[in-house]
């Protein structure tokens, strides 16, 4: 059984999910306010936490950055009445895997969930010695250790931001897969909706200046009219 933690404030809302998640078969525990979800969050194991952000004592967005610090795999879904492009970027950027604008149908929340749990379990590889590895990848130049958010090009390390990796490790396991701006936003930035900006294209090149070296060839090629693709040019 999947164990949720839910960090919700307001008492109707934790019922609601609670009872719905609880008939979905999944394992919930709850807190009312920033404190105690992350010391709930940092002494306990969950699969997966769904955050408020305005949160009494300590809010969602300082809560998701200290569980970051500790935990870098655990999906955080903010589950708040915030709603604007600015907010739904802020939270991202804080370490959120996906958000969700109160008010939500339960369906929407319960596939969001159940989503971010088969993109957990979805990212299992092999290594070299042919052993399951859930951590490592590899693409040409580019090997990222996703547990220690490690990535080397050409032998040498390269220090991302937050977004700027989590870009480049949706494109490596997504390689030589054209992948549209709407599938980019929806992976990396959990919005299913267009922000209004070119956000995608902006963070596309962040990551091209870093691993597409004046000596090296492109690795992530644009595809006019659909979106990028992850793959060597001779390819």
């Known amino acids: 059984m999947k164990k949720i933690l839910l960090v919700e404030d307001e008492v109707h809302v934790v019922s609601f999910i609670k009872k719905g998640l609880s008939e979905e078969g999944f394992e919930v525990s709850v807190a009312f306010d920033g404190n105690s979800g992350l ?16 949160l009494p004592e300590l809010n969602g967005l300082e809560v998701c950055k200290a569980i970051r610090k500790e935990n870098t795999q655990i999906p955080i879904l903010f589950l708040t009445a915030l709603g604007t492009s600015e907010n739904i970027v802020l939270g991202l950027e804080n370490g959120a895997d996906d958000y969700l604008v109160k008010p939500f149908k339960f369906i ?12 957990l379990e979805g990212t299992a590889k092999t290594n070299k010695s042919g ?3 859930p951590t490592l990848y590899s693409f040409g130049p580019l090997e990222i250790n996703d547990s220690t958010k490690k990535v080397v090009c ?9 977004t700027e990796y989590k870009l480049l490790l949706y494109f490596i396991q997504n390689q030589t897969r054209v992948l549209s701006r709407q599938q980019i936003l929806e992976a990396v930035w959990g919005v299913d909706f267009d922000l209004g900006t070119n956000v995608v294209d902006v963070y596309v090149n962040y990551l091209r200046k870093k691993i597409d070296g004046p000596a090296q060839e492109k690795l992530i090629h644009t595809v006019i009219g659909m979106g990028y693709v992850l793959r060597e040019s001779n390819s």
């Open 108 to 119: 929407e929340l319960v596939a969001r969930i159940k989503n971010l749990l088969r993109r």
């Open 39 to 54: 010391q709930l969050a940092l002494t306990n194991t969950f699969d997966l936490i769904i955050l408020d952000i305005m």
């Open 131 to 133: 052993i399951i590895d």
């Open 154 to 162: 050409n032998g040498e390390e390269i220090t991302f931001t937050t």
